[in-house]
């Protein structure tokens, strides 16, 4: 599967985004999609993710209540709702594909997209 990630852009602190993630392929269904983030200097870190049927969803607890993750197998997409956000949200943004499991580890992901920049300003 390949993904396209979109949405990013320069915000204030307490701003919104809204980023989102195609994939190609008839298979989308089939995996977890999960967003990363990689601020400079640091590691890549865990976002949120969300399961094949989207029923469940996981979040790091630094986004937790701001951040939602949701998709739409029809049209192979998954979002990712950034809300009241702050400088420290400031990264690359991954999206992510894994067909086996919910993981928190970058490294059991198969599949990545290309990365979009969120900038907060303070």
């Known amino acids: 599967v390949q993904l396209q990630a979109s949405g990013g852009g320069l915000v204030q602190a307490g701003g919104s985004l809204r980023l989102s993630c195609a994939a190609s392929?008839?298979?989308?269904?089939?995996?977890?999609m999960a967003w990363f983030r990689q601020a400079p200097g640091k590691e890549r870190e865990f976002v949120a993710a969300?399961?094949?049927?989207?029923?469940?969803?996981t979040y790091a607890d630094s986004v937790k209540g701001r951040f939602t993750i949701s998709r739409d197998n029809a049209k192979n997409t998954v979002d990712l709702q950034m809300n009241s956000l702050k400088p420290e949200d400031t990264a690359v943004y991954y999206c992510?594909?894994?067909?086996?499991?919910?993981?928190?580890?970058?490294?059991?992901?198969?599949?990545w997209g290309q990365g979009t920049q969120v900038t907060v300003s303070s």
């Open positions: 969300i399961i094949w049927s989207g029923r469940s969803t």
């Open positions: 392929g008839r298979t989308f269904s089939k995996y977890v």
């Open positions: 992510a594909a894994v067909q086996t499991w919910l993981y928190l580890q970058s490294s059991m992901y198969e599949y």
